[in-house]
C-alpha cells in the first residue's frame, strides 16, 4: 500500500512520518530529502536549477545554495514554479525507483508537493496533515530551518490553504502536539483501509 503524505511546511508531516516508520514499520520516501540528496548527487538536477537561475545560487564550493534559493522561490510564485517545473522530474523518477525497490508492505510518499507533481496518482490513500495552530507552526519551521519569523510566515502564505489538503486528501490528521492523539488518529485510517 502506497500513501501519501501531504501538507503545508511546519503542519508536522515528519511526525507522521516517524509514527508510521516505527509503528507500522513503513517505508518513508521524503520528496524534500530526495530533493537534497540530488542536489549533491545528480549533475544533471544541479545544472537544471542552476540554468534557470543562474551561477549565484551556487555555494563556493559549487554546492547548492538551498537557503538563497528558498528566499527566491517562498517570495515569487512564477519563481517557485519553474523550480518544480524543472526539478519534479528528477524527484518523482527517484521516489518511483525507491517504491520498486521497496520490500515493506506500506511505503510512505511524504511530499509537501504530492498533488502539484501529480505523485497522488501512485497513490492508494492521500492523509493531509494539519495543524489549526499557526504560532506552533511558524515556531515549528523556525527551529527546523533556522529561519527568523517573516520567512517562515512567508513559506506558510506561498503554500496550500488547509482546506486545499482537506478537500483535495482522502484523509486528515490533525497535529496539535499530542503524540497519542496523532497515533490514535493514524490507527483509526489505517483501520479504515
Not at 514499520?25 to 542552476?50: G, M, P, R, T
Not at 489538503?165 to 497519542?180: G, H, L, P, R
Amino acid at each position: 500500500m502506497i500513501i501519501g503524505i501531504t501538507g503545508s511546511s511546519g503542519s508536522g508531516k515528519t511526525a507522521v512520518c516517524k509514527i508510521l516508520k516505527n509503528k507500522y514499520s513503513a517505508k518513508v520516501i521524503a520528496a524534500d530529502e530526495i530533493s537534497k540528496s540530488l542536489s549533491i548527487s545528480n549533475k544533471n538536477y544541479l545544472k537544471e536549477i542552476v540554468k534557470h537561475f543562474g551561477l549565484d545560487i551556487l555555494l563556493e564550493d559549487g554546492n547548492l545554495n538551498r537557503k538563497k534559493l528558498a528566499n527566491i522561490i517562498y517570495n515569487d510564485e512564477a519563481k517557485r514554479n519553474l523550480l518544480n517545473s524543472c526539478t519534479f522530474k528528477y524527484i518523482c523518477e527517484e521516489i518511483i525507483k525507491q517504491i520498486k525497490t521497496a520490500s515493506e508492505e506500506i511505503i510512505v510518499i511524504d511530499a509537501p508537493l504530492l498533488f502539484e507533481a501529480n505523485l497522488e496518482e501512485i497513490c492508494d490513500i492521500t492523509i493531509a496533515v494539519i495543524t489549526n495552530n499557526k504560532e506552533e507552526q511558524i515556531k515549528r519551521i523556525i527551529t527546523r530551518d533556522k529561519i527568523d519569523r517573516n520567512e517562515a510566515i512567508a513559506r506558510i502564505n506561498s503554500q496550500n490553504s488547509n482546506e486545499f489538503y482537506i478537500k483535495n486528501c482522502s484523509y486528515t490528521i490533525v497535529n496539535d502536539n499530542d503524540i497519542q492523539n496523532l497515533e490514535t488518529q493514524i490507527n483509526n485510517i489505517l483501520k479504515k483501509i
